[in-house]
């Protein structure tokens, strides 16, 4: 598979592009499993296999609504790190890849057989280049939803797919551009965070890069235990940074040579993700923690060459919502959407639940190797 950058990888997708040349505007039917009419060189749906994950990636790189968890290595990520099933639907024409719909199977007991785009994942959904292309990978996904007999199918939406499907408010996303400059960057955090950052760089705290998932996953873990959420395995994040590469990384900030906070970032084109972060209970008497790893996030992944920073979903009305809007972010909604198979609602896996409060409350008083041993098994069905 050609590297990212590679002057393969270009031609590759090239040729995309030149595939996308005719004028084109996004498109939905407006319910699901209508099939478009017959064209004299008809689609064909296929899955995902190894041998065409270059073509798919270079799909995904050149198509303009596509997002870092449209990857074709998301499928090894679920299958690898979860032993999920999945099904990586692609729309073919001629050779030329039309459309792409990332799909991944969730079962569980406790909460319930969902197949969705993607679990795991904050964005999702298809991403075409024709209204052929997508009304078909829908009827396709449905199809697959029936057979299976899930309780629902879901799409993960940055964009309003304008399908008239019953949805879920819930969740935001916070994206803002980055700056050359560090400093115009700094003065676009408002006053209040921005003297929280600078007191961040008074308490002696830096930031590093780490090769390993060791560090990363002592703080994480304490931080989702302290918020009452099972942790995801340390295998998970071995191999999403396996998987991704240069394209994954972990920054640790240090108090005195002390692990206080760390995230795990994800860069997709000129954009930067800070995806699994946290801090140490102790990070809490350290003015201005969270304000500086971010600061220092952003100012690196500028100097990398990013262009928009990605602060990812919170749910309204939650801590982390305030923060990524005090920090100058403006939230954006996203556009969840579902079809329902088995489900007579859409479905409500989420903390804001009330029916999940008890088992919060109970797992924040757990202690962390315990948490820890168990968490594994409870977050593979989250999604």
């Given at each position: 598979?050609?590297?990212?950058?590679?002057?393969?990888?270009?031609?590759?997708?090239?040729?995309?592009?030149?595939?996308?040349?005719?004028?084109?505007?996004?498109?939905?039917?407006?319910?699901?499993?209508?099939?478009?009419?017959?064209?004299?060189?008809?689609?064909?749906?296929?899955?995902?296999?190894?041998?065409?994950?270059?073509?798919?990636?270079?799909f995904v790189m050149a198509a303009p609504y596509a997002t870092f968890f449209h990857r074709a290595g998301w499928k090894t990520v679920l299958e690898r790190a979860f032993g999920h099933r999945t099904?990586?639907?692609?729309?073919?024409?001629?050779?030329?890849?039309?459309?792409?719909?990332?799909?991944?199977?969730?079962?569980?007991?406790?909460?319930?057989?969902?197949?969705?785009?993607?679990?795991?994942?904050?964005?999702?959904?298809?991403?075409?280049?024709?209204?052929?292309?997508?009304?078909?990978?829908?009827?396709?996904?449905?199809?697959?939803?029936?057979?299976?007999?899930?309780?629902?199918?879901?799409?993960?939406n940055l964009h309003d797919s304008g399908s008239g499907w019953p949805g879920k408010s819930l969740y935001v996303t916070f994206r803002k551009p980055i700056d050359p400059d560090p400093e115009v960057?700094?003065?676009?955090?408002?006053?209040?965070?921005?003297?929280?950052?600078?007191?961040?760089?008074?308490?002696?705290?830096?930031?590093?890069?780490?090769?390993?998932?060791?560090?990363?996953?002592?703080?994480?873990?304490?931080?989702?235990?302290?918020?009452?959420?099972?942790?995801?395995?340390?295998?998970?994040?071995?191999?999403?940074?396996?998987?991704?590469?240069?394209?994954?990384?972990?920054?640790?900030?240090?108090?005195?040579?002390?692990d206080v906070a760390g995230v795990m970032n994800f860069y997709f084109r000129d954009q930067v993700l800070p995806y699994y972060g946290g801090s140490i209970a102790a990070a809490r008497d350290i003015?201005?923690?969270?304000?500086?790893?971010?600061?220092?996030?952003?100012?690196?992944?500028?100097?990398?060459?990013?262009?928009?920073?990605?602060?990812?979903?919170?749910?309204?009305?939650?801590?982390?919502?305030?923060?990524?809007?005090?920090?100058?972010?403006?939230?954006?909604?996203?556009?969840?959407?579902?079809?329902?198979?088995?489900?007579?609602?859409?479905?409500?896996?989420?903390?804001?639940?009330?029916?999940?409060?008890?088992?919060?409350?109970?797992?924040?008083?757990?202690?962390?190797?315990?948490?820890?041993?168990?968490?594994?098994?409870?977050?593979?069905?989250?999604?």
């Amino acid at each position: 598979m050609p590297a990212t950058g590679s002057r393969a990888w270009r031609a590759m997708a090239a040729n995309i592009v030149a595939g996308m040349a005719r004028s084109y505007r996004m498109a939905s039917p407006k319910r699901c499993c209508v099939m478009p009419d017959a064209s004299p060189q008809q689609l064909s749906i296929r899955e995902l296999t190894e041998r065409n994950s270059p073509r798919w990636d270079a799909f995904v790189m050149a198509a303009p609504y596509a997002t870092f968890f449209h990857r074709a290595g998301w499928k090894t990520v679920l299958e690898r790190a979860f032993g999920h099933r999945t099904h990586f639907l692609y729309a073919e024409r001629n050779g030329q890849i039309e459309g792409i719909l990332p799909l991944a199977q969730v079962k569980s007991l406790l909460f319930g057989n969902n197949l969705s785009s993607l679990p795991f994942c904050v964005y999702g959904g298809i991403v075409a280049t024709t209204p052929e292309a997508e009304a078909a990978l829908r009827q396709a996904a449905c199809d697959l939803a029936t057979r299976l007999q899930v309780d629902a199918l879901e799409f993960r939406n940055l964009h309003d797919s304008g399908s008239g499907w019953p949805g879920k408010s819930l969740y935001v996303t916070f994206r803002k551009p980055i700056d050359p400059d560090p400093e115009v960057n700094l003065k676009g955090i408002p006053g209040r965070q921005r003297a929280m950052v600078r007191k961040g760089i008074d308490e002696g705290l830096a930031g590093e890069f780490d090769d390993g998932v060791d560090r990363i996953y002592r703080v994480y873990s304490e931080s989702v235990r302290n918020l009452g959420t099972p942790v995801f395995s340390k295998k998970y994040l071995r191999v999403l940074r396996e998987v991704f590469g240069n394209d994954c990384d972990v920054l640790m900030i240090t108090q005195a040579g002390r692990d206080v906070a760390g995230v795990m970032n994800f860069y997709f084109r000129d954009q930067v993700l800070p995806y699994y972060g946290g801090s140490i209970a102790a990070a809490r008497d350290i003015r201005g923690c969270n304000h500086f790893m971010y600061w220092d996030l952003m100012r690196r992944s500028a100097e990398r060459g990013c262009r928009l920073f990605d602060f990812g979903r919170s749910k309204e009305g939650t801590g982390p919502y305030t923060f990524k809007k005090n920090y100058g972010f403006t939230p954006e909604p996203l556009h969840y959407e579902y079809f329902l198979v088995k489900a007579q609602d859409v479905p409500n896996v989420n903390p804001t639940n009330p029916k999940y409060q008890l088992l919060i409350k109970a797992w924040e008083k757990l202690p962390l190797p315990v948490a820890n041993a168990i968490g594994p098994f409870l977050a593979r069905s989250l999604g």
